[in-house]
């Protein structure tokens, strides 16, 4: 099941399969998510840690959200040892639209300064 992910201003920018994949609004492989942290899909650079549909810089900062989960910044997280690149999942059929969240309340340490573009290379 796909979930929509937001950017901080509460704009639609990705789409998540729980502890799999993250995809773009277009439906192309953005990341995979291994041991808790997001990867890009292109380069296998690690993007930072995810917690359930959170997704968090290489400094701990929120990128992307979900409503189902606590916006919340974390201390720098130690790097993982690169995770082995899975194999190209099918696409998915593109969800329908979902009404724009209420905006959250700044997560102490504040927002990440990268965009979700920056942070996944797109």
């Not at 993250?22 to 690690?46: L, P, Q």
């Not at 201390?75 to 690149?85: D, E, G, L, S, Y």
């Amino acid at each position: 099941m796909l979930l929509p992910l937001f950017d901080k201003d509460c704009d639609l920018v990705a789409w998540i399969e729980p502890n799999k994949h993250i995809f773009g609004i277009n439906m192309e492989w953005v990341a995979f998510i291994s041991n808790g942290h997001a990867w890009s899909s292109k380069t296998g650079k690690w993007l930072g840690p995810v917690s359930g549909v959170l997704c968090k810089d290489t400094c701990g900062k929120p990128v992307v959200w979900n409503p189902k989960e606590k916006v919340s910044g974390t201390a720098r997280p130690a790097k993982p040892a690169k995770a082995v690149k899975v194999a190209r999942p099918a696409k998915p059929a593109k969800p329908a639209k979902p009404a724009k969240p209420a905006k959250p309340a700044t997560p102490a340490g504040g927002w990440s300064p990268e965009s979700y573009f920056a942070w996944s290379g797109k």
